[in-house]
T-cell receptor
């Protein structure tokens, strides 16, 4: 079963619009970590954020914000006032941490291609 | 500062040939991961090294794939008798430790094309 689901394959918005990228995860571990990575056209994965399963506080970093809800197993990512430079593929990932899990192994979703038009 | 580097950046080979892909992690990072990313997909885990030993190789698709890290730094992913289905971008990542929370720094990848 897919551990991380990103149902949105592609999203297109016009500059300055807000956009939310969805992520739903599945795990039996009680301790786990969730990540978002950005993959621009150059191909290199860029780390954006990490949350642990015990911290459900939402986080804001500039134009980026993340909404973690354990009740719905979701970790959504919102970009406010999008810019052309935000165009990239965004990946949500899960790392499990209970006994028997490989520490640090990341399970990625299939990614969401975001295109921001000028 | 030096990030994770991977060589070659591109590799084109013929079906049945042997290839080696190299990863230079960030200095001091003890944990090293290999992932494979097919077109339109997210990266998929292949193998994890903690120091010199492969702590988890459960992601290797079959016995044609093998990886080593003899001195706990540079790692080489080896693919024997390549098949067209092996075509993908191979990503390497390193982190300070194997901790579940440690941020993984990814290299630019090696794009492997098997003709």
């Amino acid at each position: 079963a897919q551990k991380v689901t990103q149902a949105q394959t592609e999203i297109s918005v016009v500059e300055k619009e807000d956009v939310t990228l969805d992520c739903v995860y599945e795990t039996r571990d009680t301790t786990y970590y969730l990540f978002w990575y950005k993959q621009p056209p150059s191909g290199e994965l860029v780390f954006l954020i990490r949350r642990n399963s015990f911290d459900e506080q939402n986080e804001i970093s500039g134009r980026y914000s993340w909404n973690f809800q354990k009740s719905t197993s979701s970790f959504n990512f919102t970009i406010t006032a999008s810019q052309v430079v935000d165009s990239a593929v965004y990946f949500c990932a899960l790392s499990e941490a209970n006994r028997g899990s490989t520490l640090g192994r990341l399970y990625f979703g299939r990614g969401t291609q975001l295109t921001v038009w000028p | 500062g030096a990030g994770v580097s991977q060589t070659p950046s591109n590799k084109v080979t013929e079906k049945g040939k042997y290839v080696e892909l190299r990863c230079d992690p960030i200095s001091g990072h003890t944990a090293l991961y290999w992932y494979r990313q097919s077109l339109g997909q997210g990266p998929e885990f292949l193998i994890y090294f903690q120091g010199t030993g492969a702590a988890d190789d459960s992601g290797l698709p079959n016995d044609r794939f093998f990886a080593v890290r003899p001195e706990g730094s540079v790692s080489t992913l080896k693919i024997q008798r390549t098949e067209r289905g092996d075509s993908a971008v191979y990503l390497c990542a390193s982190s300070l430790g194997g901790g579940r929370a440690n941020e993984q720094f990814f290299g630019p990848g090696t794009r492997l094309t098997v003709l």
